[in-house]
């Protein structure tokens, strides 16, 4: 199997404080996890690739700053949303890919975090 | 620039019958491609994927075509279940090209199957 977890799935936070969401592989070691985002009725959006001990590499646009990953294991990434504000709300899905190499790009989802700050 | 595109946004298919999801692609580097599936609120599920050295893959229910040259690859469902009703995201991937093997991902179709 390849299941992806992520927790919590619904945070509302007030604006100005920071949110974590966790994204774990729970059979597989995911040497690269990814962070999307959805708007409604929009496709998914990559905003980061992490690499396990290594330094995300975020898509253009995205700022570094504000959303903060970490690839601390193989099987755990976290998003932290800092400073969040309302436009920040959103649907936010991690994915995590089994290996590096190129047989490899299966992308499993995890159930996803919805967002809300008010 | 989109380079994954799913041009018909919604799909209404009697149960029974055949659903076909279409979806096209400029980018010539792209070898590898997926379809997910996707209920409201929650994260997209890996239906089927092919590779662009084949140009159909089954899987039970549900079959992926490639045409290559065209840049085009369908996702037939037969027969179409209520259960399949859902957003269908086509996504690929230049596995050789240096992305990462990063997918692209269309804007999805929605799928509707009527009892």
């Known amino acids: 199997g390849a299941v992806v977890s992520q927790h919590p799935s619904r945070v509302i936070c007030k604006s100005g404080t920071s949110v974590k969401i966790e994204c774990r592989s729970l059979d597989f070691q995911a040497t690269t996890m990814f962070w999307y985002r959805q708007f409604p009725k929009k496709s998914l959006m990559l905003m980061a690739t992490?690499?396990?001990?290594?330094?995300?590499?975020?898509e253009q646009g995205v700022e570094k700053d504000k959303f903060l990953i970490n690839h601390a294991s193989l099987t755990l990434s976290t998003l932290t949303v800092t400073s969040a504000h309302p436009e920040d709300s959103s649907f936010y899905i991690c994915?995590?890919?089994?290996?590096?190499?190129?047989?490899?790009?299966?992308?499993?989802f995890g159930p996803g975090t919805r967002l809300t700050v008010l | 620039d989109q380079q994954v595109k799913q041009n018909s946004p919604s799909l209404s298919v009697q149960e029974g019958r055949i659903s076909i999801l279409n979806c096209d692609y400029t980018n010539s580097m792209f070898d590898y491609f997926l379809w997910y599936k996707k209920y409201p609120a929650e994260g997209p599920t890996f239906l089927i994927s092919i590779s662009s050295i084949k140009d159909k893959n089954e899987d039970g229910r549900f079959t992926v075509f490639l045409n290559k040259s065209a840049k085009h690859l369908s996702l037939h469902i037969v027969p179409s279940q209520p259960g399949d009703s859902a957003v269908y995201f086509c996504a690929a991937s230049a596995r050789y090209g240096g992305s990462q093997g990063n997918l692209i991902f269309g804007k999805g179709t929605k799928l509707s199957v009527k009892p």
């Open positions: 992490s690499n396990e001990g290594s330094k995300a590499t975020y």
């Open positions: 994915s995590a890919r089994k290996g590096q190499s190129a047989d490899s790009d299966t992308q499993y």
